[in-house]
């Protein structure tokens, strides 16, 4: 054989092993930066839970029914693994907590307790700290799915087991919803 092509086949085989160790490393790098994403979303979600014990005190005075929606065991919310399931109940704990936030509208005492406006300030604080934590984990998911389904990166993350992950959704408690808008001939109403 010629040395040419000795020369050639060897820089192209050397390319394909710099491929494959290049994109294997890219995996990884991306399956860190997602778990530690994660673990930015869990303090967050974490800190939001420990803050609802003191919102259900300053708010028991005024409705112990309402108040009663938030008795969740920690340790439950500790045992869900799956991304899905988490999601699942936190936008349930989400959805009570606004309801919570609403409560106090109904209580023009509650609504200007020093303490309360603390506690909420602090709640939409977390809740910025949730929607950052969880853009920037979203992102990381995104880069990390591109990479799986991409050819030819698509043969490593089959043979080395890397699978799609789940995207985090949450419904935020501070969340506003919009009204709907109904556009017709006789102009736009609200609903």
Same mark, same amino acid.
């Given at each position: 054989?010629?040395?040419?092509?000795?020369?050639? !086949?060897?820089?192209?085989? =050397?390319?394909?092993?710099?491929?494959?160790?290049?994109?294997?490393?890219?995996?990884?790098?991306?399956?860190?930066?997602?778990?530690?994403?994660?673990?930015?979303?869990?303090?967050?979600? +974490?800190?939001?839970?420990?803050?609802?014990?003191? !919102?259900?005190?300053?708010?028991?005075?005024? &409705?112990?029914?309402?108040?009663?929606? =938030?008795?969740?065991?920690?340790?439950? !919310?500790?045992? !869900?693994?799956?991304?899905?399931?988490?999601?699942?109940?936190?936008?349930?704990? &989400?959805?009570?907590?606004?309801?919570?936030?609403?409560?106090?509208?109904?209580?023009?005492?509650? +609504?200007?307790?020093?303490?309360?406006?603390?506690?909420?300030?602090?709640?939409?604080?977390?809740?910025?700290?949730?929607?950052?934590?969880?853009?920037?984990?979203?992102? =990381?998911?995104?880069?990390?799915?591109?990479?799986?389904?991409?050819?030819?990166?698509?043969?490593?993350?089959?043979?080395?087991?890397?699978?799609?992950?789940?995207?985090?959704?949450?419904?935020?408690?501070?969340?506003?919803?919009?009204?709907?808008?109904?556009?017709?001939?006789?102009?736009?109403?609200? +609903?």
């Amino acid at each position: 054989m010629p040395p040419i092509i000795i020369f050639i !086949l060897s820089i192209s085989l =050397f390319m394909a092993v710099a491929w494959l160790i290049s994109t294997y490393n890219r995996f990884i790098k991306y399956k860190n930066r997602i778990e530690e994403a994660w673990s930015g979303i869990d303090v967050a979600l +974490k800190r939001r839970f420990n803050l609802i014990p003191n !919102l259900i005190r300053s708010v028991e005075g005024y &409705s112990k029914h309402e108040a009663d929606i =938030f008795k969740t065991k920690s340790d439950y !919310l500790a045992g !869900l693994t799956n991304i899905a399931d988490r999601s699942q109940e936190e936008s349930r704990i &989400s959805k009570s907590l606004r309801g919570l936030l609403a409560l106090a509208q109904a209580y023009p005492e509650l +609504k200007a307790s020093a303490n309360f406006i603390d506690l909420q300030n602090s709640l939409n604080e977390t809740e910025e700290d949730i929607q950052k934590a969880r853009n920037r984990y979203n992102s =990381f998911v995104g880069r990390f799915n591109t990479l799986v389904e991409s050819f030819p990166a698509v043969f490593i993350a089959r043979r080395c087991g890397f699978e799609k992950r789940t995207y985090f959704t949450l419904d935020l408690a501070t969340q506003r919803e919009l009204p709907e808008v109904e556009f017709s001939a006789s102009g736009v109403s609200k +609903k």
